[in-house]
């Protein structure tokens, strides 16, 4: 009997350790699915590259929008002035149409003066200003000469003599140099 027992215990234990093998093997499946895994490197490396390859298309499609907005603008950025403009056209218009019957000069001379007038103040209100060069002396930054001739006085030695064409700012910039005679 005590053989019979002891088969009988074996057993029993046998059973008892393939049951623990099978509640060990499921409670560490449980486990790892719970637990995420560590991601690798060849994971780490991908998800770095797809973030990079994302931004780098973000960062080309804003280049090419702004760079499409700066066409735009540079496209558009004299209407304002022509759109102002126009009714100074308008006002040559008038006075060719006119000008074809009128016998008084100076009539005419006060109409081109009006629209000479309006032209100017038009420009001026977007920030032209004419810059004032005779008596002045000469600045190699603002002034382009294309003569020296001797100074008719002493006082006028490296001045600018006369303007011959006039120079202009726009908003405290040159956009035109002007051209000065220059004495010596």
Known sequence: MSE????????????????QETVGAKEQEAA???TPQEPTFEDKYKELNDKYLRIHAEFDNYRKRTNKEKLDIINTANAAL???LLPVMDD???AIANNETVEDVEALKEGFNLIFNKFRT??????????????????????????NIPAPKKKLKGKVIEAVEKGYYLNDKV???????VGQ
């Open 82 to 84: 022509l759109k102002d």
């Open 92 to 94: 040559f218009e008038r």
């Open 32 to 34: 790892e699915s719970e």
């Open 4 to 19: 019979e027992n002891n088969n009988q215990e074996a057993e029993a234990q046998q059973r008892e350790e393939a049951t």
């Open 175 to 181: 956009i035109r140099y002007a051209k000065v005679v």
């Open 122 to 147: 038009t420009l001026e209100s977007k920030g032209l200003k004419p810059m004032e060069a005779n008596g002045e002396v000469f600045d190699a930054e603002i002034h382009e000469a294309i003569a």
